[in-house]
Each structure stands twice: as structure tokens, then as C-alpha cells.
């Protein structure tokens, strides 16, 4: 499996064996109307691949990492790290910078980060130059995620980590199977999206917000009761068009329950609900918060 170099908030890496079997072996089309983190869509072989998601940067930062050749994309990241002074554990190791890997480089990266924070959050030209800032922004952030506040300044402090011989390796092998696809990517709400040309043989899937889940995504209503009929009654469309859909949701979690995806689901006898083993990547939550079920499902349509 293929994972994404970016820790994108419901990424499905560690459920990727339980899902990805479930999906059609043949695909003309994958679209994924939520991409995120990329990393279903990456390991999902197709002819051809169409990312959508609303977040700005992350959409024109796949679209760098697409138009850049991989070494390159990696060398002027790696030129960033140098000009602003952040640790390089690969090439000289914890020891030179007075640090441990237990400990981490947040200490030691805390001056240069705040410095290219400032620069990328002052930037008045977001070009491939903004990008590659930004992206080694989010390698040495915390947990390496991707957070802007609401004027839309990037605003998490700096993590343990830098950019290290697992993210070198994980960024590599994801930029080169980039282009390997013929993708394409779209920043757009997923009501906009256009499906019209997709035919029986394509194949969408859906990782929505959890309308039951408090995530960051969900604060101040970013996804609504609406935002969830909209989405189903998408699916219903593609359904009556033969076109097969996965969708990726929850139907309990930790007491509250999704009445509208529960009553859908089990009102269409044609769809299909899998269960997935949330505990394959939770155990320990799951251990200390028995009386707390989350039940994460896969519905499909064939």
C-alpha cells in the first residue's frame, strides 16, 4: 500500500486492506469526491483518476507535486529546508542538532518554522515557489497536518519531526506513482462536481465529513443534515444511472447515532452496508472506551 505524505485529517491508510478489496477490479474512471490525503485514490488502479476536494491549497499543491518532475519537486524542497536553517536528521542525525528522536526537533526547528510561516502566510504570489514552502511547512508542522485559521493564515506550531528518511521515502514513491496516472484535479464543492459524462463502468467513492464526528472539518457546521441528503441523493443518481459508488461513513459513534445514513441505507435493499473493523486501527481508543462503539461502514451499490 501507498501512503500519502500528507497526514490528512480521516485519512483511510489503515483501512485501505479492508476497503480496497471491496472495490470493483475493473474501473474506467475513479473519482474521488473527497480526496484529502489521497491516499484511496493513489492506490486504486484506474484509466483515469479525477481528486476532488474544496481545501484550496491542498488541490493546487497536487496539482505542483503533478506538474513537477519528482526530483525536482524534492530538490527545492530540500533547497527550502537549507535556506531556512531546519534540521536535516537524514543526512547528519539527531545528535548534531542536540536532540533525540524521543524528544523530537520541535525545539531545536521552533525560530526557522515561525520564520517560514511568516513567509508563507505573507506571501503575496501563491506560485510553485508558495507550494513547495508550504508543503515543507506541513512536513516539519505538528503531526505534519495541514490547518489554516480563518483568515486563511497557516496556523499549526512546529512537530518532532523533519523531513526524514520514512517522509523522503513516503513522498518518492507517492510523486512518482502521481505520475504515472492520468489524473486530474478539481477544487470544487462536491455538489458542482460534473458526473454527467461518466458511464456503467466508472466507479465514485465518497469519504465525507462525518455529520456525527466533532473533527476540525466539523466545527461551526462545516458538514450539515443537508450537506448529508445532498450527498445521498447523489449517490441515489449515479445508482439509477448503473454507475457503482462506495461510500465511506459512520453510523455510530460514542453514543450518537446517524439516523439519516442508517434510515437510507436501509431503505435500499439494492445497496449493500459492510461493517469494517474500526479496531484494525483504533484498538487502544476502543480498549479504553468500551461503552463508545463506532461503527464504520463501507455502502456500496452492487
Known amino acids: 500500500m501507498i501512503q500519502s505524505p500528507l497526514n490528512y485529517t480521516g485519512g483511510k491508510y489503515r483501512l485501505l486492506p479492508q476497503i480496497l478489496p471491496l472495490f470493483p477490479e475493473q474501473i474506467g474512471t475513479f473519482v474521488d469526491l473527497f480526496c484529502g490525503g489521497c491516499n484511496v485514490g493513489i492506490n486504486v488502479a484506474a484509466k483515469t483518476?479525477?481528486?476532488?476536494?474544496?481545501?484550496?491549497p491542498l488541490i493546487k499543491l497536487y496539482s505542483v507535486?503533478?506538474?513537477?518532475?519528482?526530483?525536482?519537486?524534492?530538490?527545492?524542497?530540500?533547497?527550502?529546508?537549507?535556506?531556512?536553517?531546519?534540521?536535516?536528521v537524514k543526512t547528519k542525525g539527531y545528535k548534531f542538532y542536540g536532540c533525540n528522536s524521543?524528544?523530537?526537533?520541535?525545539?531545536?526547528?521552533?525560530?526557522?518554522?515561525?520564520?517560514?510561516?511568516?513567509?508563507?502566510?505573507?506571501?503575496?504570489v501563491q506560485d510553485?515557489?508558495?507550494?513547495?514552502?508550504?508543503?515543507?511547512?506541513?512536513?516539519?508542522?505538528?503531526?505534519?497536518?495541514?490547518r489554516f485559521n480563518r483568515k486563511g493564515d497557516f496556523n499549526l506550531p512546529p512537530g518532532k519531526r523533519d523531513f526524514n528518511q520514512n517522509m523522503y521515502d513516503k513522498l518518492s514513491v507517492f510523486l512518482n506513482l502521481l505520475?504515472?496516472?492520468?489524473?486530474v484535479f478539481a477544487?470544487?464543492?462536491?455538489?458542482?462536481?460534473?458526473?454527467?459524462?461518466?458511464?456503467?463502468g466508472d466507479f465514485v467513492y465518497a469519504d465525507p465529513p462525518y455529520l456525527i464526528t466533532c473533527a476540525a472539518y466539523n466545527e461551526k457546521r462545516g458538514w450539515t443534515e443537508q450537506d448529508e441528503y445532498d450527498l445521498l441523493n447523489l449517490l441515489d443518481s449515479l445508482s439509477r444511472r448503473k454507475i457503482r459508488f462506495g461510500l465511506s461513513n459512520v453510523i455510530e459513534s460514542k453514543g450518537r447515532r446517524n439516523d439519516i445514513l442508517d434510515?437510507?441505507?436501509?431503505?435500499?435493499?439494492?445497496?449493500?452496508?459492510?461493517?469494517?473493523?474500526?479496531?484494525?486501527?483504533?484498538a487502544n481508543y476502543q480498549r479504553k472506551n468500551?461503552?463508545?462503539?463506532?461503527?464504520?461502514?463501507?455502502?456500496?451499490?452492487y
Not at 477544487?187 to 456503467?200: E, G, Q, R, S, Y
Request: proline letters at 2%; one cysteine or more; a negative charge.
Open 49 to 56: 483518476h479525477i481528486y476532488n476536494d474544496s481545501c484550496t
Open 65 to 88: 507535486m503533478q506538474r513537477l518532475d519528482s526530483q525536482e519537486f524534492i530538490k527545492r524542497l530540500e533547497n527550502v529546508i537549507h535556506r531556512y536553517g531546519l534540521s536535516d
Open 102 to 124: 524521543s524528544d523530537g526537533l520541535s525545539a531545536y526547528n521552533r525560530e526557522p518554522f515561525m520564520n517560514l510561516r511568516r513567509d508563507v502566510n505573507q506571501a503575496e
Open 128 to 146: 510553485e515557489e508558495y507550494y513547495i514552502k508550504l508543503y515543507t511547512l506541513i512536513i516539519y508542522a505538528f503531526n505534519n497536518q495541514i
Open 179 to 183: 505520475h504515472t496516472q492520468k489524473a
Open 187 to 200: 477544487n470544487l464543492n462536491f455538489k458542482d462536481i460534473d458526473l454527467d459524462h461518466l458511464v456503467p
Open 263 to 282: 434510515k437510507w441505507v436501509k431503505d435500499r435493499p439494492d445497496y449493500r452496508q459492510i461493517d469494517l473493523d474500526y479496531t484494525y486501527h483504533n
Open 290 to 301: 468500551r461503552k463508545s462503539v463506532t461503527r464504520e461502514v463501507l455502502i456500496v451499490n
